[in-house]
Every structure is written in structure tokens, then in C-alpha cells.
């Protein structure tokens, strides 16, 4: 497993590979706004734009670097615990573990795209091919609600985290110059709320999708996106929230540069 300075080349690569696909799909979800694309708006949608562009598979290559050096960094704090106190509590691994297992599933995607095997279902069939079959199973409801309410949770951390500006612990912010922070700390905050929304809105559409018993109520991070088109704010708020995961990639970039690992 990854430690000393090879285990910071992957947290940095990881973390690049994540802001590029929160950028896309940011991209994707504005172009949604707009009546300008039919394409998901989703981690699926953006490696299938890639893939389809000029030098697709070198990017896509590129990307799975970045994926796989998430996963083993994630990994390397499961086994070993992060650089602080905190990041070697066991609820931290667990954390870590979970994170890490996430991005080998999306780096092994990643790699069926490239060798032309379709890569990565949309998280739309997914969320509704989970749903449905859990609720096919005892206990199959309370599990679905229990995982919509998780999100649920994990969405307004979010949102508390960047409105309280907490991400800057893990920031080396003394190796900024104050314009280098005050940009950084805006695209942090815009950033953390818009992904907190999507996530806490992801939750509640799963746990309205396990009180109704209907797995078509259940969203994926695109269904979710275009939903917030259909609220009394209009595409104004897709727009807003899609900037908002523009602004979380590039807070990205800024972790992969400034992050304490």
C-alpha cells in the first residue's frame, strides 16, 4: 500500500481526475440548462464525452491514472490512517475504505471504456436497478431509506462544511498568496454547497422512492440535476447548482496543490 511521497503522487492525481470529472459534469449539466445536449449529466456522461473527443483515449487513460491513485491513496488511509489525528480514528478508515472501494469500481469502468466495452452504467439505471431490487427483499425498504438518508446527511455536511469553511483545515494555506486563498475559498464554498445539494436531494428521492415503493422515484446524479430545472426557480437553479460543480472541480485542482496529505 502507498506511503511517503508516492502516497501524496497519488493523492494529487486522484484529486486532478476529480476535479476534471465534476468540471464535465458541471459542463454537462449547463449544457442541460441550456436545451443544448441529450447526454447525462453524470460521472458516466462525462468519460463518454471524453471518450468521444479528439485524443478520447489518451485523456481516458489519463483519467484512470488519476482514479486508480485515488483509490490506492483511500486505500493507504484505511490501513495506515491519514497524516492528522483525527484521519486515524476508525470511523475515518471506515470512511477511507469506502472511498477507496468507490474509486477502484469507477477506475475499472474507466478501463472497459478504453478497451471498448462500455465503460460505466448512468448512476439513473443504477440508483433505479439498486432500488428495485432491494425493494424486492425483505427489509429491502428500511435499507433504501436508511442509504436516502445517509446521503441526506452527507449532503448537508457538505453544505455546513463549505458555508463554515471547514475544507480550509486541510489546506496549507500559508503557501498561498491572499489572492491564491481568497479565490480558492470562494470556489470551496460555491463548490461544497452545490455537491452537498445534489447529494442531499439524491437522498430524498431515494427515500420517497422506498415509501412509495416505486423504483422509478429513485434519481441518479443526472435525474437529480434536471429536477432542480423543474422547481419554481426554473434552469435558473440547474445553472446555479451546475456552476456550483464547476466551481467544486476546480477546488479540486486547488486540493491536489494545496492539500495537506
Known sequence: MAR?????????????????????????????????TNKEADRSGALHTVAASHGGTVLLSLLLVGFVGMALWRLSDAAYGGSGRSERKAGHRVVSLGKG???????????????????????NTQSKDWTATALRHSGGRLAVIVVGLVLVGVGLWWVKRGLTRDFRKKLMLGRMSRTERRAVETVGVIGSVARGVVFAAAGVFLVTAAVRFDPNKAHGID???????????????????????VAFGLYSFAEARWRRI
Not at 426554473?234 to 447548482?241: E, I, K, R, T
Open 4 to 36: 511517503g511521497e508516492g502516497r501524496v503522487v497519488l493523492a494529487r492525481s486522484g484529486l486532478v481526475a476529480r476535479g476534471a470529472t465534476y468540471i464535465l459534469v458541471g459542463y454537462l449539466a449547463l449544457q442541460i440548462a441550456f436545451g443544448h
Open 223 to 245: 435525474d437529480t440535476l434536471r429536477s432542480f430545472a423543474h422547481t419554481p426557480a426554473g434552469p435558473a437553479l440547474l445553472v446555479a447548482v451546475a456552476a456550483g460543480l
Open 101 to 123: 472501494v468507490f474509486y477502484a469500481v469507477v477506475a475499472f469502468s474507466t478501463l472497459a471504456l478504453i478497451r471498448g466495452h462500455g465503460g460505466p452504467k448512468s448512476t
